[in-house]
């Protein structure tokens, strides 16, 4: 009997290590690949003095460190605050959450700012990055928060690394295809942040299904003060979405319309959220889930077509829909996924960001059909969907149909990137017995029967904070 | 005895639909309201390339977005953050104060729009709006949030609604008496926020008063975490008034100005609430409770006069004066209005917004009526009153008189408005045996003896969050 | 018997008194002060519109507020909510954290207005203020809050306040020697602020302490809420220190150069902090002390150097040395201080703030040194050093020398003020038999052994709060 403790403290020590080595190892990796290709864009590099002159530019304000500066400072507390708060809901994952997305997030901006360099700014063997680059990071890390929401409390801390650096790879990768290759417009990325990272997070969350958790159960309740928590990561979601929307559009009036339509589309949102958690509830009290969650899907739902001629009122229209839609699907899809799909999204991100996302990928695709340069006026038609060089004769239902097509390849690669990643594999073995990833192998016999599943999940559960 | 019971379930039904009814149909109208009226502001349209032309602009950072945008954000976190965790300092009533604050506020801001649309942005028969509509949006919100904290506990989600539909709408009426016809400047709001707010609450609080509260005092109080929430509340509002005064300032040294002065006003509006809390308590301890409100009078005080050339050290006095005023009004005013005039007033908005923003009216006034060009500069005296077209000749002692007759608009709009909304009707029937609004009719025999009442207060006190 | 008694009344009744004493003739002294010398900026002054003209400036957007305010926003935010909630981890110091540092931080900035004032913005008599003002008065009062988080508990207001007074003084005289004699650079304060700040805290508590404070040990654990409380404080100091850091920088690159350094050496840090975590603590847990402290030392390591051309890979090494200097100070060095050399660091600033401080002046000293026109264009080379005037034929290498030497000043300064504060003698007597500051000065027989001790700790250590 001595031997499985003897097994159990190799374990312990091998466990020790693994983490720490992860860490220490990707931060190297890091530093030689920043020190081989990152250097400073023009317009952060000391010889900006002598850009200035040859742009012509007579004053420091012109630098795009003004425009968009402050906008990438609540892009970057809606990725932090916003996101790790509002996983604290629950009460005994409250430090998890937020410890666990802090952890993620200060990996994946690195890996992020490389993935997206190579794609996006790339010259003569340097990525070269400025603050639309350290915005774009923060979205990419975003749909790995997102993805985060529907694993909460089942993955250790290494497996969240590893599926940071799978996901942000295909990030890049996807958004390349949509941004570059199909030319489509996706300002506040409903597709390639929100669909394409809900979706990963739920084939995720599919493999790691484990039937014994319900018995957990008593773990994921609310307390009082958790839920007052989550309401700041809320709030600051909601109240800086109209700056994670407009953060990278065109400089001047597409960043002013993008964060009118936001504002306008999350208003709306709160009203129909209220009025379906209310009238969904016994006794027509509100379920304080749905107002930490259903309220910001009007942001996700204008993200594409936030700095398209969406017009006010008809944000207000898609927050209205999309409060309902969400708030529906925390009633009835959420509990039919669980228990008919094997799916166990523990934030709920099916209903905040999957169908959302996928409205505003259809929204967007329906306001570029329907561009005219009468609304957009000549210039601003061109600059609006960048009709320039090889796309100067593309016409707006065809830039509709290529929207559509994004909508379609985010969730291609959604699917096949969950699939892939297999985080079974590289987990934490539930009992020390057998080698990571063993027990929570899909298709092996005996599964779910496995005597340490129960521990297992405790020990998961709590993970290492 | 089946029948009360029967009635009870009725009534249950009848509330079950009456939250979701008013919320759906009034987001169906702000719809309708959206459609027909409001569209982009030329900064935010599409058109803007043109209009640059137009108006000779050389760069995007022209748009008035970069003046205001971050501003905005400031002034968006302490409306949803600030006001709302202020008010979390209740221990029974935290998620009422956050839930309730977001959801008026929500609905506020669409309704606000279009009010202070027609008073001030119409044209050719649309509303067009930008960044500035945005923030006065929020502005307008702010004094709902306000008169809120006076009646916190003691209405439905059905009644803070109805209560911001009346309040917006007067809000907007007054601030164009004064801003348009009696051409008076208040960048901060003093008079058109935090006077009309707070008095338009605590004459609604006097309307819904009830001796028998007191018998729930037991959830009044506070506990150690719901006190850290609170601060939350506090700080935010703190740090970010310097932006509130600001935001909708002229552009250049008016915004600067107006920052700099409200920073002073409140460093020293802390040290003399510290100063008053030791004194007037037993021990010398220090009150929590005037940590968190009275060291924020110093903003609202300067709210008419932050961005005239009040001088760094005429805020110190301004914000030394209103921490003695506002804690000194916890500790004997707000037990005196309780006892003798009836007025509950839970969150002390006397103290923190009523007091403060007369003070802040009459400061205007005298800085306003004590104005000279040699100050001000030639050029600077006519951009910082206005004096242009009509008002060409007004000097500044009549500009201060007029100031004066503001604040008298203000408080009579207030007690009028107040009067008026009559929320008791409106409410939830305390015992589902008599019509909404009976039981706390003013001048209704019985009213404090009816049986019903005690369970009135609790199902109102905890609402239905 | 009935003596002692009735002086203990005495001392209440003079306790009583003495803060409310100390607040307002100190705010009368501000309100004098600034009314002799404070007046409005140029750019803050409603002559302004005379000044563009001087100045050939075109445009308002070209008025310092706007490349600065949305950055001093952030820091304010920081010294509040990030300093004050990042103390409250302690379960019963949590009101205290945040109430002191809200009122020590608001007295601050009012002496550091003028003392900076006094020696960088004094014109013909007057200190003409901008938003650059706020901004360093809130970097000054920032070393004051790092210093708090040495005796944080052991010390009551009025001696926070003369501390305040004390540091916020020797601060601007240290800020004068480094940035004016000694012509140095030192944006983000890694000397001014961190070095200087921790090792003044770190002298006064050494002064302060006390070894029977560790019989109260079970009053400093901390409790799950209390270390969510303490990540808000976190996690807003990391996200916005590349505020911090570029805030005061020249206009354009560096501003942007310093954020983006900034944000890699965070980052980095991140990892090599739980990595350095999991691997001292038994079982692989992470310390949540840690997660929340040294996570941020990447940002102060990098405050000299973010403005210069650190390059992102360099800001990453910067941030990977400081996880594990500060994690491994943590575990190792806060014991060894408290038992052998008795100071006993409460929030472990010197992990925090003083070897990170000192890691940044070197890397500064470096970073200078290494300086090339080659890679910072001729005239970048010159702007980014100011290599004007006096200073036009100072060599990088010489730079270098002199960045050094300001490290030295540094700790000079804050061992010698830190040691000229005395804090005991200001203190509130435990027993309120002997006269303030007796029982706790050092060399007296018998301090350890007086038996008012353990009551006097219980007093102190709850504050007045």
Known sequence: MERPRHQGMAKNTYMRWRLPLVCLLWEVAMIILFGVFVRFGPEADAHWEEEKQEMNLTSDIENDFYFRYPSFQDVHVMI????????????????????????????????????????????????????????????????????????????????????????????????????????????GGSMTIHTFGAYFGLTVTRILYRPNLEQSKDKQGSVYHSDLFAMIGTLYLWMYWPSFNSAISEHGDAQHRAAINTYCSLAACVLTTVAFSSMLQKKGKLDMVHIQNATLAGGVAVGTSAEMMLTPYGSLIVGFICGIVSTVGYVYLTPFLESRLHIQDTCGIHNLHAMPGLIG?????????????????????????????????????????????????????????????????????????????????????????????????????????
Chains 1, 2, 3 share one sequence.
């Not at 892939?420 to 934490?428: A, E, K, N, R, T």
């Open 80 to 187: 932090f605050v916003g996101f790790g708060f509002l996983m604290t809901f629950l009460k005994r994952y409250g430090f998890g959450a937020v410890g666990f997305n802090f952890l993620l997030a200060a990996f994946g901006i690195q890996w992020a700012l490389l993935m997206q360099g190579w794609f996006h700014s790339f010259k003569s063997g340097k990525i070269l990055i400025g603050v639309e680059n350290l915005i774009n990071a923060d979205f990419c890390v975003g749909s790995v928060c997102i993805a985060f929401g529907a694993i909460l409390g089942k993955t250790s801390p290494i497996q969240l690394l590893i599926m940071t650096l799978f996901q942000v790879t295909l990030f890049a990768v996807n958004e390349y295809i949509l941004l570059n290759l199909l030319h489509i417009k996706d300002a």
């Open 361 to 465: 990928g259809i929204v967007g695709a329906i306001t570029a059909a329907a561009a005219t340069e009468d609304v957009y006026g000549k210039e601003g038609f061109i600059k609006a969907f960048d009709f320039t060089g090889t796309y100067r004769t593309r016409t707006p239902s065809v830039q509709g149909g290529f929207q559509a097509a994004g909508i379609v390849v985010s969730l291609l690669m959604a699917f096949a990137g969950g699939t892939l990643v297999d985080l079974p594999w590289w987990g934490q073995s539930p009992c020390g017995k057998h080698r990571p990833g063993w027990c929570f192998l899909r298709g092996v016999p005996g599964h779910s029967s496995c005597p340490c599943t129960r521990a297992a999940i405790q020990s998961l559960g709590e993970g290492q904070l």
